[in-house]
């Protein structure tokens, strides 16, 4: 099953994640912000990997500042904790939906963003 997850192309992932947060309030800006944190993808670089529509593998593979404070995020997702997940992508975009989801649920902006 993983690998069929890591084939997904984040072009189609993308405005999902963004009527997440839509949905709840929060901004596309905000989810952005975040992805940027987590992965080092400026505007410039999210746009190229949405319109070469790159798999979430590749996505993550070739981020291109991967946040050293990732390993910071904890909790479960989809009944799994994330800090425990041993494929290093799965634990990438699990690490994605955690964030995902505390912006979604409220959680404050700084506190997402673990420094």
Known sequence: MASNV???SFAKIYPLLVDKVEKKGKTKDQLDAIIAWLTGYDAEGL???IDDERDLE????????KNPNRN???GMVC???V???EDPIMQEIRYL???VDELARGKKFENILRR
């Open 72 to 74: 910071l995020i904890k």
């Open 79 to 81: 009944g799994v904790r």
């Open 47 to 49: 746009n190229a990997a």
């Open 6 to 8: 890591f084939q997904m």
């Open 83 to 85: 800090e425990e997940i």
């Open 58 to 65: 590749s996505f993550f593979a070739q981020a291109p500042r």
């Open 97 to 99: 939906d955690k964030l």
